[in-house]
Antibody, heavy 117, light 110 residues
Framework: EVQLVESGGGLVQPGGSLRLSCAAS????????VHWVRRAPGKGLVWVSH????????TYMDSVKGRFTISRDDGENTVYLQMNSLRAEDTAVYFCGRDVSYGMDVWGQGTTVIVSS | QIAVTQEPSFSVSPGGTVTLTCGLSSASVSTNYHPSWHQHTPGRAPRTLIR???IRSSGVPDRFSGSILGNKAALTITGAQAEDESEYYC??????????FGGGTKLTVL
């Protein structure tokens, strides 16, 4: 079964860091673009970041640029999101999604990040 | 900055047909934006229904279809069922490695 499984979420103080993981199973993540998308409480889905197939290009939404870094380890079949200088407004469920033809087609179940003192 | 617009809410009767739309604040939607549609209920994984305007994702019932209607992307549910009550999000590829989601439409089936 093709699956993505996120992990690494948790409770962190403002200014802290977390690294989220998106582990693929049932397929090789190599060759696929991958996205991170989040949903804050009471809000809708928001695109956060994307990494291309060979990891040479990454893009970010404006509010996380310079604080978040997306990366991939195809040997581990995993994509990561390093989140630094976390703010209360980063509180959300974070989902990863596999891209096919400029759109997500397979999603994980999400991991919850809570930024609070 | 360009915004993606969706109806905040919609209601459909069981067995009925509903069309949700997704527009751009300052442009007409075309296939170049690769519109896709996703169903999401909080607490669950999002589910891709349609990608690249009108390609139904694997396992998605054929009552879901995607199209361009006028200057908007559209998701039509023909023969709505109770389990279709959920939130529906469109997303556009804006170029340069950037995507934007719409605010979502909460669909009620009653």
């Amino acid at each position: 079964e093709v699956q993505l499984v996120e992990s690494g979420g948790g409770l962190v103080q403002p200014g802290g860091s977390l690294r989220l993981s998106c582990a693929a199973s049932g397929f090789s993540v190599s060759g696929y673009w991958v996205h991170w998308v989040r949903r804050a409480p009471g809000k809708g889905l928001v695109w956060v970041s994307h990494i291309n197939a060979d990891g040479s290009s990454a893009t970010y939404m404006d509010s996380v640029k310079g604080r978040f870094t997306i990366s991939r380890d195809d040997g581990e079949n995993t994509v990561y999101l390093q989140m630094n200088s976390l703010r209360a407004e980063d509180t959300a469920v974070y989902f990863c999604g596999r891209d096919v033809s400029y759109g997500m087609d397979v999603w994980g179940q999400g991991t919850t990040v809570i930024v609070s003192s | 900055q360009i915004a993606v617009t969706q109806e905040p809410s919609f209601s459909v009767s069981p067995g009925g047909t509903v069309t949700l739309t997704c527009g751009l604040s300052s442009a007409s939607v075309s296939t170049n934006y690769h519109p896709s549609w996703h169903q999401h209920t909080p607490g669950r994984a999002p589910r891709t229904l349609i990608r690249s305007t009108n390609i139904r994702s694997s396992g998605v019932p054929d009552r879901f279809s995607g199209s361009i209607l006028g200057n908007k992307a559209a998701l039509t549910i023909t023969g709505a069922q109770a389990e279709d009550e959920s939130e529906y999000y469109c997303v556009f590829y804006m170029g340069g490695g950037f995507w934007v989601f719409g605010g979502g439409t909460k669909l009620t089936v009653l």
